[in-house]
């Protein structure tokens, strides 16, 4: 069974940059689909991107497409999230997920997830 720690978040300016990390241990990472996940307070878990096993495919949300960019290095057990542009309405804990078989938008179809990191992004 896969297990993931995000690192990565802090505060940060509007317009600024951050870049998310996920490192997975056990299981076999490159079989993974994984993705990225936000939940501001008082909100539902919303999805943010997500990315094929291989890197072949990538999705997002329309909320950060353009600005965000999904990536993943195989080699090193690794997914990345790199947000540029950020706003205030980014500010969110961040959690990384992962399933086998396919590129998916909902949690729900998510078996895997890391312990989140807080992203703060002030005006």
């Known amino acids: 069974q896969v297990q993931l720690v995000e690192t990565g978040g802090g505060l940060v300016q509007a317009g600024g940059s951050l870049r998310l990390s996920c490192a997975a241990s056990?299981?076999?990472?490159?079989?993974?689909?994984m993705a990225w996940f936000r939940q501001a307070p008082g909100k539902e878990r919303e999805f943010a991107a997500a990315?094929?096993?291989?890197?072949?495919?990538?999705t997002y949300a329309d909320s950060v497409k353009g600005r965000f960019t999904i990536s993943r290095d195989n080699a090193k057990n690794t997914v990345y999230l790199q947000m540029n542009s950020l706003k205030p309405e980014d500010t969110a804990v961040y959690y990384c997920?992962?399933?086998?078989?396919?590129?998916?938008?909902?949690?729900?179809?998510?078996?895997?997830w890391g312990q989140g990191t807080q992203v703060t992004v002030s005006s």
């Open positions: 990315i094929s096993w291989n890197g072949g495919v990538t």
């Open positions: 056990r299981g076999t990472f490159g079989s993974y689909y």
């Open positions: 997920a992962a399933r086998f078989g396919g590129v998916r938008m909902s949690s729900y179809d998510y078996s895997y």
